[in-house]
């Protein structure tokens, strides 16, 4: 910001740089009008004085904050209030806090706050909110949807409105929060403890569950919309790592398709089936999601192949949370959830419900579009994986005119097409 005095090298007076550090936090909180005014006028008498690198200097921190400025009336509330914003995402027994911060109207910024649950997932939210203001100052509004903060915030801050929006723009930015709460705390589960050591933490789990050390790890995990395009995955992990060539999608049977228990017999029983035609080595462990009724599943499927790999599933509490490991018996494993452990299987269980997730887009995405080829004449195999090049989306093929189809396929084809989308539109 070209702003600092230097005072750890300098001798610089107390009273300037007291002087500057309360601009720069003026500015920070959106007052930035005596800034401006200052910033102009010794720009105009550096200018008469033919300073012109001085002048220089403050036109290029005049242009500055004009480009802060003009980036941040896209995020104008349509009024000059303070607001903060808040919203919060939970799982696995951690929340996240989302926040955003208006002052003057206009967005000063966004942070997250991850911390373990303690209890109900509201509860702690508006214990993180009231600790937040313990020690900052407080704005005119607070915008949030959280249970038992009115009860709290009129009892302690009497002189904060909290705004609940129904509709409209404070609607569409806490909105905002929220997905960026979930996304925070994915994206910490994702990230925390990835320095351990993972080889002492796979030594960890075999001991946990009195296995040799699991060094290389296949997870499964099935997904459909209500029975429809279903599909099988598995990831692999060698040494705590993700080995991605040696994931496996599966296309399940019409048969069994939403049936969780017997999707699971059917895709562990061609994939260790598969490895025992080939002689190929099986994984030192076998995790599932889901308790014991996916663990039953998968030791069905093992069996019928007759193949025999130690398998345990990622068991949930009452609240949807993992709590630990569960064996064939019912025996639990329960972990601590601030562990490294923990989050090295919570890395592995996001994984492969990733996996299978995009899987079945893909596969639903190409039905979708089946379905419509289905209808028209003249769209065979070529062209179809054309337009599945060109248009990878439904939306973005209803979106092309006949002008633009027709550069993929002959004209009366086109034409074709366009009024089979336009119908089902």
Known sequence: MGNCLAPCIFDVDPSESATVNDSIKGFLRGDDRDILAKLRKDMEEAAERLDFELAGEKKKQLDAI??????????????????????????????????LTYRNGMMLGKKAFTYPLFGKDNEDAVELILQYYASRPLPSLIVARIDGLEEELSSLYPEVKLVIPQEGRMLDLLSLATINAANSLDASFLSSRLEDDKASLLDELGCLLGIATPYRIELFDNSHLQGSDAVGAMVCFINGEKAKKMYRKFKLDEDVAGDDYHSMVEVV?????????????????????????????????????????PVFGLYKNDRHQTEGLIDRNGQTYPLDKTSALFFLLMRMQDEVHRFAISFHQQKRSKSMFRSLFDEVKGIGGK???????????????????????????????????????????
Not at 299 to 307: D, S
Not at 392 to 420: K, R
């Open 66 to 99: 004009a480009h802060i400025k003009d980036k941040q009336k896209v995020e104008l509330l349509g009024n000059h209030k303070d607001y903060d914003i808040f919203a919060y995402a939970s799982r696995d027994g951690y929340i996240c806090l989302a926040l």
């Open 269 to 309: 029983s061609r994939r260790y089936g598969r490895l025992k035609e080939e002689g190929a080595e099986y994984p030192d462990l076998i995790l599932t999601d889901g308790g014991i009724t996916q663990v039953h599943a998968t030791l069905e499927g093992l069996e019928a192949v007759g193949v025999d790999i």
């Open 383 to 425: 062209r179809e994986e054309a337009l599945r090049r060109r248009y990878p989306s439904q939306e973005e093929l209803a979106g092309a005119s006949i002008e633009e189809l027709s550069q993929v396929l002959p004209l009366d084809v086109a034409t074709s097409l366009y009024e089979v989308l336009h119908k089902k539109d």
